[in-house]
């Protein structure tokens, strides 16, 4: 079972498909991001919560990431998902949670920049794709590409644990973990 682990909505849960094509973080994932998102924050003298923060939340599924950042003070966040199955129920974990207001959900493909990018600039990107997607090094250097990434953005990328993720010049990495069958990656995005 998929539940909230923190803010407002701690312990909530999350309505999740029976799929093998759905792959949620792990709740040890997810709180190792959220631990990372709030050391960083409180180091970097800004608010421990995500106050005015603007999330977009890529390969969303069901909305996991996007919907912790929501409770915890996320001022929006806008969801892609191309499965329209896992689009559906993470429609209802939005209405659920009665976050309508903040949330934008898009039921296309990631690569399909036009609709997401002119509703940034974000400052917190999670991206958690399926392990085998191909392309997986490129992703950052597409947002970075897209213009959609606040100064100063955090981008949070989860992938398998023998995977490698390029670091872009115009980023740096912030943190590298291996969490079991699961990799996390933090960077932080330099250029303004």
């Known amino acids: 079972m998929l539940s909230i682990l923190g803010g407002d909505w701690s312990g909530r849960k999350l309505a999740v498909p029976d799929s093998d094509a759905l792959r949620p973080s792990a709740g040890r994932v997810k709180a190792c991001i959220f631990s990372v998102l709030e050391s960083y924050r409180l180091k970097s003298f800004l608010p421990s919560r995500f106050e005015d923060c603007r999330v977009l ?3 969303a599924g069901v909305g996991g990431l996007g919907l912790e950042a929501l409770s915890r ?34 039921i296309q493909p990631v690569d399909q920049l036009s609709r997401w990018h002119a509703l940034g ?5 999670f991206l958690d794709p399926p392990y085998a997607l191909e392309g997986l090094p490129s992703l950052l250097t597409t947002l970075q590409l897209s213009k959609v990434l606040a100064p100063g953005a955090i981008v949070v990328f989860e992938h398998g644990p023998s995977s490698s993720v390029d670091c872009p010049p115009e980023f740096t990495v912030h943190s590298e973990r291996k ?12 250029a303004g």
């Not at 996320?74 to 659920?96: M, P, Y």
């Not at 969490?179 to 330099?190: D, I, K, N, Q, T």
Request: proline share 4%; with cysteine.
């Open 57 to 59: 939340d890529l390969f």
């Open 73 to 106: 003070g996320a001022a929006k966040a806008v969801f892609v998902e191309k499965d329209r199955r896992h689009a559906q129920f993470l429609k209802d974990n939005i209405r659920t949670l009665k976050c309508e207001a903040d949330s934008t959900l898009l």
């Open 121 to 125: 600039p974000f400052h917190l990107v």
């Open 179 to 190: 969490l079991g069958p699961a990799g996390l990656s933090v960077f932080l995005y330099r």
